[in-house]
């Protein structure tokens, strides 16, 4: 399977409790992409990276969270002290920066869910 | 700040039926329009997408039309089948110098009966 991969695919934890999610983008995408999904709604911007520098991060992306792509491949997502808000699905996304249109391929995403 | 309005909420049709699902847009700087396709527990499947050059793109029974100057779009679904059944997402972004991050409109939950 070529496509974007998350893990884990479901995560429950308690509040206060730390989290670390994984993205491994399709091979050749330079762009990583997180986004966040509540229930009935759509995906929202998160954080995005070109190859490994970070180069724009939501409002949405409090202080307790903290995203990285080391050497440009995977990426993580960590959230810190989760709080029952957090629980969400968290949803990686891929692309190529050249002469095509530049689509975005979602992965399978991460529910979390903090009790 | 909603930046794309996305609308019905909720659709349903019988098979063979052309659902219409539009949006609206207020940034005239967006220059990308994907639509999205999602099942429950799944992440969004890309179904088709656009340019703000073109008025109408065709792929299958999947058909985009665009209105550059009402800052609108739609997504039509040819000959219909229950398959179909899903959440239906339009997005925006700004390509050029920009991130490309999305920004999605709130969802289309599209019922498709036999």
């Known amino acids: 399977d070529t496509g974007v991969s998350q893990d884990p695919r479901h995560k429950i934890t308690k509040r206060g409790q730390n989290v670390t999610f994984r993205c491994d983008p399709i091979s050749e995408h330079n762009r990583l992409y997180w986004y966040r999904q509540t229930l009935g709604q759509g995906p929202e911007f998160l954080t995005y990276?070109?190859?490994?520098?970070?180069?724009?991060k939501s409002r949405l992306l409090s202080d307790r969270f903290s995203a990285e792509r080391p050497k440009g491949s995977f990426s993580t997502l960590e959230i810190q002290r989760t709080e029952q808000g957090d629980s969400a699905m968290y949803l990686c996304a891929s692309s190529f920066s050249g002469i095509t249109l530049g689509e975005q391929y979602f992965g399978p995403g991460t529910r979390l869910t903090v009790t | 700040q909603q930046q794309v309005k996305q609308s019905p909420q909720s659709l349903i049709v019988q098979k063979g039926g052309i659902p219409i699902i539009n949006c609206a847009y207020e940034n005239t700087a967006f220059d990308y329009f994907p639509w999205y396709q999602q099942f429950p527990g799944k992440g969004p499947a890309l179904l088709i997408a656009i340019r703000p050059d073109v008025s109408e793109k065709k792929e299958g029974r999947f058909t985009i039309s665009f209105n550059k100057s009402a800052k609108q779009f739609s997504l039509h679904i040819m000959d219909s089948q229950p398959g179909d059944s899903a959440t239906y997402f339009c997005?925006?972004?700004?390509?050029?110098?920009?991130?490309?991050?999305?920004?999605f409109g709130q969802g289309t939950t599209l019922q498709v009966k036999p």
């Open positions: 997005a925006a972004s700004r390509r050029s110098g920009n991130t490309g991050k999305l920004i």
């Open positions: 990276f070109q190859n490994e520098a970070q180069l724009e």
